[in-house]
């Protein structure tokens, strides 16, 4: 399945050093002295969301295992979500992976991967009200690839 994650260009340096994405955060002690807290990542669904955590938005191939008992991840499947909130569109829009994830499952994506889909979603819109298409639509479609 794929999945987003967002963060800095700042990060993305670290875990292509590191050669795996697993998140981490550093905390301090009282005295001050720097740790590092227990290791996990969120990934979403959603590339939207994944947008608004960073300059730099991953896409990640992921198949998730739900809460299973060893600690892989949290991933709350569909049919686990109550009937009652899903009518109400409720999804997982994000989880944690407390395992690593092998970069070779990661993409970087570039911009157009990550705004210029939306932009091209709401001039399609724009244009099925127009019951036309619009020269800029037709170009962009026909250069990205896009019905």
Known sequence: M????????????KI?????LWGYNIHKNSDGAEYMGYRYTYLTPC????????????????????????????????HEIPEEERKNGAICWQF???IPIDLKNVKRLNWFNVRGQKFLKH???LNTKLHSKHWLYTVLANRFNVC
């Open 2 to 13: 794929k999945f987003y994650h967002g963060t800095s260009k700042e990060n993305w340096n």
């Open 16 to 20: 292509l050093n590191e050669g795996i």
């Open 47 to 78: 590339i939207e969301i994944a947008d608004k955590f960073g300059n730099v938005v991953l896409e990640i191939e992921y198949n998730p295992v739900g809460v299973n008992g060893q600690g892989v991840d949290n991933y709350c499947f569909e």
């Open 96 to 98: 944690s992976v407390f």
């Open 123 to 125: 001039l399609h819109k």
